[in-house]
């Protein structure tokens, strides 16, 4: 986190817009460095919040002014499948407006449901009050996570190889599933 709280906010942003990059990996990492005194547990939180909300806004706009029709057509382009798209309109049918503000603690959910609120255009002050108190609660609680991870590091980087190696492989065995998913090309017929 060479680059403190504006890094951190970077990261949270991009995190909101889709790019993979998990935020139950930068979160705790700068509270933990809260923790060693390096950076303040408040602003570690507070840039965090910021970075999410400004990215969830940019989601929100992109499906309120491009639409359903164009993310179905183009958003494979962002990792973004017709599947995902219709889940979200399954959920804003059952759920309303208010999965706004739940989606916000389901991992993976949590960076797209600003698109599918876009679409169906939820009232933005809503979702505006929905996203401060969702990427307020997320941010503060996982870098609350890394900051008491920090106070036993001792303990967990003694162990913490063996976590690296089974991470590394899990993640590796579903980033291949995943890549192998989008882009399985269909047999054509000989």
């Known amino acids: 986190m060479t680059m403190g709280y504006p890094g951190i906010g970077l990261l949270m942003f991009l995190d909101s817009l889709n790019v993979p990059i998990p935020s139950e990996v930068i979160m705790p990492f700068a509270g933990i460095l809260a923790g060693q005194g ?18 969830s806004c ?8 491009l639409g359903k029709d164009f993310l179905i057509k183009y958003g494979k382009f962002i990792l973004l499948r017709r599947k995902e798209i219709e889940l979200g309109d399954r959920w804003f049918e059952k759920y309303g407006e208010n999965i706004t503000l739940w989606g916000r603690f389901i991992p993976l959910v949590r960076t797209f449901i600003s698109l599918p609120a876009g679409i169906y255009r939820v009232n933005f002050p809503k979702f505006l009050l929905f996203s401060i108190l969702g990427a307020t609660i997320w941010c503060y609680g996982w870098a609350y996570v890394g900051f008491k991870m920090g106070e036993h590091w001792a303990v967990v980087e003694k162990n913490w190889k063996i976590v690296d190696y089974v991470v590394i492989l899990i993640l590796l065995v579903f980033l291949v599933k995943f890549l192998m998913a989008r882009f399985k090309k269909e047999e054509i017929p000989g």
Do not use: H, M, P, Q
């Not at 390096?38 to 990215?55: E, N, P, Q, R, Y």
């Open 38 to 55: 390096k950076l303040d547990f408040f602003w570690v939180g507070f840039a965090g919040s910021v970075g999410t909300l400004i990215g």
């Open 58 to 65: 940019c989601n929100y706009a992109i499906g309120a002014f």
